[in-house]
């Protein structure tokens, strides 16, 4: 079903309640709060220039760390705001709560084209519990208007995601949330062919619904990361100390035998390097051709592909014309350990079709190589996008007023 958006929603001097992501990384810097990362902040601007354009008052809510339903000082958004003042060269007011008499205030006396940031919304339990008391209080602070660009906290059905939708007049979709979609749900619904997907992350049992459903669209399918120790071990290939889930050997045979079922090209690393420890420093070796005569011996751990495994990747993806990357294939924040997904980053870069980042370490791992503006399209999120791409129903999404 087609929802709202927000050219489909008058706002000129009209209360806005948007819900944005902001949770973005920080880091402590001679006593200062600095964000490190503000893709998220960056990607929502085009819906708050938007608001401010065409005259509206715009209330915007966020969530930011885990405070577990209390205030917390180390996670009030203040810091950000701040930020997104610099951003959008305009004042932001900020709020020291996001409900009750100080919150209704501050948006009372707000003008056209201003711009307020509510404290943490996570600062209470009714957010997480999606109480519809709490959304009620939210909801009191707009018009009766309502949108959403926190694709990133789109699969929460939590108070400001879903549950403030019952309390206004029209729930639309900012831009972000709109431009997500396109990329994430309908760009990949039918795929310029061949369509490579390239899966890394910790866990086989974390997407195993993921890679089910891309089998029903993938024509080839790269796996990496750690999850690819389970599948390598579960084909007689010992991985020494690395992280293996040994009680799923019965997914990743499945997994392999769908994958034949369903004529996809499903390729694991043919060689990895090693390390005695994760840490800068440690000692490395490369593994050669992995078979299960010849493998990693006792003591060390997969911490990046090899070069023969780069190899492989890079014709992948030389050849596709759709490509999506979710999750890289070693552990880049080590700079040793980083040749694997630089090669990647680099590899996208030149390639000559669609290439979709889906959220989470990927994002990041572009914006490190500098490369994230020769990319087709970059998630801002992680959760929200690997259950958009198994198929599921985002609560943020279904909430939003029809067409």
Not at 130 to 152: C, H, I, M, R, T
Request: net charge negative; glycine share 10%; with cysteine.
């Amino acid at each position: 079903m087609a929802k709202l958006t927000l050219r489909d929603i008058e706002v000129r001097g009209k209360r806005v309640l948007v819900r944005v992501d902001f949770n973005v990384p920080t880091e402590e810097r001679d006593g200062q709060i600095v964000i490190t990362d503000d893709t998220r902040m960056r990607e929502s601007l085009p819906t708050i220039n938007y608001l401010r354009e065409q005259g509206a008052r715009t209330i915007l809510m966020a969530h930011f760390g885990r405070p577990k339903g209390n205030p917390v000082e180390k996670y009030s958004l203040r810091p950000v705001g701040l930020a997104l003042h610099d951003l959008i060269a305009h004042p932001v007011a900020f709020s020291h709560d996001c409900i009750g008499a100080d919150a209704e205030k501050i948006a009372r006396e707000m003008k056209d084209g201003d711009v307020t940031l509510l404290e943490n919304v996570r600062f209470y339990a009714g957010e997480e519990a999606n109480d519809p008391q709490f959304a009620e209080s939210l909801a009191k602070l707009g018009d009766g208007l309502y949108v959403n660009d926190a694709f990133g906290a789109a699969h929460r059905a939590h108070a400001s995601t879903a549950g403030v939708t019952k309390f206004v007049k029209q729930a639309a979709m900012g831009f972000l949330m709109e431009k997500e979609l396109k990329y994430l749900k309908e760009q990949l619904a039918e795929p310029a062919r061949p369509f490579l997907v390239i899966l890394g992350g910790a866990k086989v049992s974390d997407k195993i619904g993921v890679i089910k459903a891309l089998m029903e669209k993938a024509d080839t399918i790269l796996i990496c990361g750690a999850m690819a120790n389970t599948f390598l071990e579960a084909e007689g290939v010992r991985m020494g100390s690395s992280k293996v889930e040994r009680d799923k050997f019965h997914l990743a045979h499945e997994l392999v035998q769908l994958a034949r079922e369903k004529n996809v090209r499903f390729l694991l690393p043919i060689d990895i390097l090693g390390a005695e420890e994760i840490k800068a420093g440690a000692a490395t070796r490369h593994s050669g051709r992995l078979t299960p005569e010849y493998n990693m011996p006792d003591g060390w751990l997969a911490v990046d592909i090899g070069p023969l495994t780069i190899a492989l990747f890079r014709s992948e993806i030389a050849r596709a014309k759709t490509i999506l990357w979710n999750g890289p294939p070693g552990i880049f924040e080590i700079q040793e350990f980083s040749m694997g997904t630089e090669a990647i980053a680099e590899a996208l870069a030149e390639a000559d079709a669609v290439t979709i980042i889906g959220g989470g370490d990927s994002v990041t791992a572009i914006n490190q190589s500098g490369l994230a503006e020769k990319m087709t399209f970059i998630s801002t999120g992680g959760g929200a996008s690997l259950e958009l791409l198994e198929g599921k129903e985002l609560p943020g999404v279904a909430a939003l007023t029809d067409k």
